[in-house]
Protein backbone atom coordinates (compact mmCIF):
# COMPACT_ATOMS: atom_id res chain seq x y z
CA UNK A 1 0.00 0.00 0.00
CA UNK A 2 2.97 2.63 0.95
CA UNK A 3 4.63 1.72 -2.45
CA UNK A 4 1.28 2.28 -4.26
CA UNK A 5 1.07 5.83 -2.55
CA UNK A 6 4.54 6.70 -3.22
CA UNK A 7 4.17 5.91 -7.14
CA UNK A 8 0.83 7.85 -7.43
CA UNK A 9 2.53 11.17 -5.48
CA UNK A 10 5.97 10.91 -7.97
CA UNK A 11 3.62 10.80 -10.52
CA UNK A 12 1.51 13.71 -9.80
CA UNK A 13 4.66 15.47 -9.07
CA UNK A 14 5.69 14.44 -12.38
CA UNK A 15 2.87 15.39 -14.06
CA UNK A 16 2.99 18.97 -12.33
CA UNK A 17 6.81 19.70 -13.31
CA UNK A 18 5.90 18.84 -17.33
CA UNK A 19 2.95 21.11 -17.36
CA UNK A 20 4.92 23.68 -15.45
CA UNK A 21 7.56 23.49 -17.64
CA UNK A 22 5.03 22.78 -20.82
CA UNK A 23 3.56 26.21 -20.36
CA UNK A 24 6.34 28.00 -19.57
CA UNK A 25 7.60 26.98 -22.75
CA UNK A 26 4.67 28.39 -24.99
CA UNK A 27 6.12 31.59 -25.82
CA UNK A 28 9.31 30.19 -27.03
CA UNK A 29 7.47 27.60 -29.66
CA UNK A 30 4.63 30.42 -30.53
CA UNK A 31 4.71 31.64 -34.09
CA UNK A 32 1.96 34.36 -33.90
CA UNK A 33 4.45 36.96 -32.44
CA UNK A 34 4.56 40.71 -33.12
CA UNK A 35 7.14 40.00 -35.76
CA UNK A 36 5.25 37.75 -37.95
CA UNK A 37 2.08 40.25 -37.08
CA UNK A 38 4.04 42.88 -39.22
CA UNK A 39 4.55 40.80 -42.03
CA UNK A 40 0.71 41.29 -43.45
CA UNK A 41 1.64 45.47 -43.90
CA UNK A 42 4.71 44.90 -46.31
CA UNK A 43 8.05 43.52 -46.73
CA UNK A 44 10.80 44.08 -44.74
CA UNK A 45 13.16 46.80 -44.58
CA UNK A 46 10.65 49.50 -45.78
CA UNK A 47 8.18 51.54 -43.63
CA UNK A 48 4.55 50.91 -44.23
CA UNK A 49 1.93 52.98 -43.01
CA UNK A 50 -1.00 50.98 -41.16
CA UNK A 51 -4.54 52.02 -41.74
CA UNK A 52 -6.05 54.64 -39.43
CA UNK A 53 -7.35 52.82 -36.67
CA UNK A 54 -11.09 53.40 -36.35
CA UNK A 55 -13.16 51.89 -32.87
CA UNK A 56 -13.48 48.21 -34.11
CA UNK A 57 -11.43 48.50 -36.90
CA UNK A 58 -7.42 48.82 -35.77
CA UNK A 59 -5.04 46.95 -37.90
CA UNK A 60 -3.57 45.55 -34.51
CA UNK A 61 -4.99 45.61 -31.52
CA UNK A 62 -4.39 48.82 -28.74
CA UNK A 63 -3.96 51.51 -31.12
CA UNK A 64 -5.27 54.90 -30.83
CA UNK A 65 -7.49 56.76 -33.20
CA UNK A 66 -5.49 60.04 -33.02
CA UNK A 67 -2.22 58.53 -34.01
CA UNK A 68 -1.02 57.23 -37.22
CA UNK A 69 1.28 54.60 -37.45
CA UNK A 70 4.14 53.04 -39.57
CA UNK A 71 6.26 50.15 -39.03
CA UNK A 72 9.21 48.54 -40.46
CA UNK A 73 10.37 45.18 -40.05
CA UNK A 74 14.31 44.91 -39.68
CA UNK A 75 17.02 42.39 -39.50
CA UNK A 76 20.36 43.74 -38.44
CA UNK A 77 22.35 40.73 -40.03
CA UNK A 78 22.68 42.34 -42.61
CA UNK A 79 24.00 45.83 -41.45
CA UNK A 80 22.91 48.22 -39.36
CA UNK A 81 19.96 49.51 -39.58
CA UNK A 82 19.36 53.68 -40.41
CA UNK A 83 16.00 55.14 -40.09
CA UNK A 84 14.92 58.98 -41.73
CA UNK A 85 11.95 60.73 -41.73
CA UNK A 86 10.91 64.74 -41.43
CA UNK A 87 8.31 64.64 -39.18
CA UNK A 88 5.67 67.47 -38.49
CA UNK A 89 6.16 69.54 -35.64
CA UNK A 90 3.30 67.72 -33.69
CA UNK A 91 3.79 65.20 -31.29
CA UNK A 92 5.35 62.06 -32.55
CA UNK A 93 7.44 59.16 -31.30
CA UNK A 94 9.41 56.14 -32.23
CA UNK A 95 9.62 52.83 -30.60
CA UNK A 96 11.87 49.78 -31.96
CA UNK A 97 10.62 46.59 -30.48
CA UNK A 98 12.35 43.04 -30.63
CA UNK A 99 10.90 39.80 -32.36
CA UNK A 100 8.35 39.13 -29.27
CA UNK A 101 7.77 42.99 -29.36
CA UNK A 102 8.70 44.07 -26.10
CA UNK A 103 9.73 47.74 -26.43
CA UNK A 104 13.77 48.19 -26.76
CA UNK A 105 14.13 51.76 -27.17
CA UNK A 106 11.72 54.89 -27.61
CA UNK A 107 12.74 58.16 -28.55
CA UNK A 108 9.89 61.12 -29.36
CA UNK A 109 9.80 64.90 -30.53
CA UNK A 110 10.69 66.31 -26.66
CA UNK A 111 13.66 63.98 -26.43
CA UNK A 112 14.76 64.33 -30.22
CA UNK A 113 14.38 68.28 -29.68
CA UNK A 114 13.94 68.16 -33.69
CA UNK A 115 11.70 67.06 -36.53
CA UNK A 116 13.88 65.57 -38.80
CA UNK A 117 14.88 61.74 -37.50
CA UNK A 118 18.14 60.41 -38.30
CA UNK A 119 18.30 57.00 -35.96
CA UNK A 120 20.74 54.36 -36.36
CA UNK A 121 20.32 50.56 -34.94
CA UNK A 122 23.29 48.51 -34.33
CA UNK A 123 24.09 45.60 -32.58
CA UNK A 124 27.32 46.00 -30.35
CA UNK A 125 29.19 43.87 -32.41
CA UNK A 126 28.76 45.83 -35.78
CA UNK A 127 29.64 49.01 -33.34
CA UNK A 128 33.02 47.76 -32.56
CA UNK A 129 33.46 47.10 -36.15
CA UNK A 130 32.49 50.79 -36.56
CA UNK A 131 34.46 52.80 -34.01
CA UNK A 132 37.53 51.82 -36.22
CA UNK A 133 36.49 53.38 -38.89
CA UNK A 134 33.32 55.40 -38.39
CA UNK A 135 31.61 56.62 -41.60
CA UNK A 136 30.23 60.62 -41.60
CA UNK A 137 26.77 59.83 -42.17
CA UNK A 138 26.69 58.98 -38.42
CA UNK A 139 27.85 62.20 -37.32
CA UNK A 140 24.85 63.74 -36.69
CA UNK A 141 22.98 60.60 -36.32
CA UNK A 142 21.24 59.27 -32.55
CA UNK A 143 23.10 55.85 -32.84
CA UNK A 144 21.47 53.11 -30.71
CA UNK A 145 23.48 50.15 -30.00
CA UNK A 146 20.81 46.96 -28.84
CA UNK A 147 21.74 43.38 -28.97
CA UNK A 148 18.61 42.04 -31.11
CA UNK A 149 18.94 40.75 -34.68
CA UNK A 150 15.73 41.36 -35.80
CA UNK A 151 12.77 43.70 -34.25
CA UNK A 152 10.49 46.31 -35.88
CA UNK A 153 9.65 50.23 -36.01
CA UNK A 154 7.20 51.66 -35.14
CA UNK A 155 6.55 55.88 -35.75
CA UNK A 156 3.69 57.44 -34.61
CA UNK A 157 2.16 60.76 -34.88
CA UNK A 158 -0.46 62.68 -33.47
CA UNK A 159 -3.10 63.73 -36.07
CA UNK A 160 -5.32 66.16 -33.89
CA UNK A 161 -8.02 66.46 -36.66
CA UNK A 162 -8.45 65.62 -39.94
CA UNK A 163 -7.00 68.62 -42.11
CA UNK A 164 -3.40 66.93 -40.42
CA UNK A 165 -4.01 63.32 -41.54
CA UNK A 166 -2.37 64.58 -45.36
CA UNK A 167 0.52 66.27 -43.96
CA UNK A 168 0.72 63.07 -41.59
CA UNK A 169 0.58 60.39 -44.17
CA UNK A 170 2.91 62.16 -46.21
CA UNK A 171 5.50 62.34 -43.28
CA UNK A 172 5.16 58.85 -42.95
CA UNK A 173 5.24 57.62 -46.70
CA UNK A 174 8.29 59.39 -46.64
CA UNK A 175 10.19 57.82 -43.73
CA UNK A 176 13.34 55.24 -44.93
CA UNK A 177 14.06 52.36 -43.33
CA UNK A 178 17.75 50.44 -44.36
CA UNK A 179 20.69 48.46 -43.93
CA UNK A 180 22.55 50.98 -45.81
CA UNK A 181 25.75 52.38 -43.91
Not at 7 to 23: D, E, P, R
Not at 81 to 104: C, H, K, M, T, Y
Not at 164 to 177: F, G, H, K, Q, V
Amino acid sequence: MNRTLLYVIGGLMLAGIIHITSVLMVPLFATADAWSQMRQFGRDGAFHVLPQARPGAEPLDGLDPRMLYSVCRFSLADGPLQISAALPDSFWSIAVFDRRGRNAYSLNDRAAERSELDLVIITPVQMAQLRQDPPEALETAIVVELPLDTGFALIRVFVNDDTMLPRARAALDSAECSNAI
